[in-house]
């Protein structure tokens, strides 16, 4: 199956092909992006796989209208700075915390180079607050809170992915940022923060229950969209954010070697054409995760699309992964893994139908995404970027390949002979 045509494609030619206004150029053009919502509004309307689901129909009633609807949303660049333990020595003592010295993101002049957009891209992913977070305020309050479900130190002693920043009301703020999730370490002998793989250990079930009772209400979406029950379900390194009554959780997504990938979101609801589908994804993210009552600045968003697209994607695990990786490959063609998972990158621009698949159905199903499809991953350094299947139901290669596994779906592989298998796994160590 090819890279489909969006469903879109009549209402889009019925809205481009207005006499009144020339055929629109949707190839990437930061100033386009930023300047004309009819542009943003092409770029969404090409790239959506469907307009069946909530989140598409939110989108095109919203978005890229010009004078009504998010457009309308005020950009904002709170001034901010790391969380440190002196703040959360101040929060625990009731005291206030102290303003600091903050800094914003927007430059005064737009970057003009692909190392100065990327530079900035990687400020908007570890310091843009996406909300302020009453959870993660208490949270940092409580001795271990932040240990014991997963948060990162960085190398200055700061907490990464939270910040305190300035609100409109000069308010100081707790939020947290993209990288709460989606940074870690690389694992070297002089390890490096980055966004290649997501933060595994990150537990925001755990993180939602350890403060109960003490704040009311007001909670991330990635929490309220989960029900009280289902919070301890969760475990580290997935989140449930479709708020559709049911317990579907994600696997928190890598972002290694993004820009190589054919679609967006497991349910493959984008086609990803360029930075301006991915910056349009970003900044509508932005919006519906603080609320609906904000939107981040384009140029910001477009940083962000721009450095997400330049990460490479995860190194092997195995630098020598031994004698079976040839063998391994042998058995990789043999069993016709090769057909989705297509050399080199180890991707294609098929899709799988939900069905078909066979792993649990809740997310695929849901009407919050629904596409009816599922994206193939990239098997590019699959061997360090473990749980696996799209609800992250499998905790490692060994299990994924066995034939006594529990999880459901995707069965390719399960009935290999203990050699064959041996080789197979050899070989997916070393790519």
């Known amino acids: 199956m090819t890279l489909r045509a969006p469903l879109l494609l009549l209402a889009l030619l019925c809205c481009l092909g207005c006499p009144s206004e020339p055929a629109l150029d949707l190839s990437d053009d930061v100033r386009e992006y930023i300047e004309r919502a009819r542009y943003r509004r092409g770029i969404l309307q090409r790239d959506l796989t469907t307009v069946e689901n909530a989140y598409a129909q939110e989108r095109l009633a919203q978005y890229g209208l010009g004078d009504e609807g998010w457009d309308l949303l005020p950009a904002v660049d709170f001034p901010s700075r790391p969380l440190m333990d002196t703040d959360r020595e101040s929060l625990a003592g009731s005291d206030a915390l102290e303003r600091g010295s903050l800094t914003t993101l927007v430059p005064n002049e737009l970057p003009t ?110 929490q309220d969209s989960t029900a009280l029950g289902d919070l301890d379900r969760l475990g580290p390194g997935r989140g449930d954010v479709l708020a559709d009554g ?34 349009v994804r970003c900044e509508t993210l932005f919006i519906t995760s603080a609320a609906r009552q904000t939107r981040i600045p384009r140029v910001l968003s477009w940083a962000l699309a721009k450095w997400q697209r330049s990460l490479p994607a995860p190194a092997p695990l195995l630098a020598d992964p031994g004698p079976d990786f040839d063998a391994g490959a042998e058995v990789f063609d043999a069993e016709g893994c090769a057909s989705c998972h297509v050399p080199p990158l180890y991707t294609s621009e098929r899709e799988v139908e939900v069905a078909d698949i066979g792993t ?51 069965e390719y592989g399960q009935d290999l002979s203990p050699a064959d298998r041996d080789a197979l796994l050899a070989f997916l160590r070393g790519i």
Not at 247 to 259: K, R
Not at 371 to 393: E, K, Q, T, W
């Open 113 to 222: 180079s692909d190392e100065e957009w990327i530079a900035l891209g990687r400020r908007v992913f570890f310091e843009y607050p996406l909300r302020a977070d009453s959870t993660y305020r208490a949270l940092a309050r409580l001795e271990d809170g932040l240990e014991d479900t997963g948060w990162l130190r960085d190398a200055d002693d700061s907490w990464v992915g939270l910040r305190v920043f300035e609100d409109d009301q000069g308010a100081l703020q707790v939020g947290n940022t993209c990288a709460q999730c989606h940074a870690s370490y690389d694992g070297t002998d002089e390890p490096g923060l980055d966004g290649v793989l997501a933060n595994r250990e990150m537990n925001i079930g755990a993180a939602r229950l350890l403060v109960m009772g003490l704040v009311p209400g007001d909670l991330p979406p990635e």
């Open 246 to 279: 049911s317990f579907n959780p994600f696997a928190f997504p890598d972002f290694g070697g993004l820009g190589d990938m054919p679609y967006l979101h497991h349910n493959a609801n984008w086609v990803q054409r360029g930075v301006a589908t991915l910056a």
């Open 360 to 410: 649990d159905p809740a997310a695929g199903e849901s009407s919050v995404r629904w596409s009816g499809n599922y994206r193939i991953p990239s098997l590019r350094g699959v061997a360090r970027n473990a749980p696996y299947l799209h609800d992250g139901s499998v905790e490692t290669l060994e299990e994924f390949l066995s034939g006594d596994r529990e999880a459901p779906g995707h």
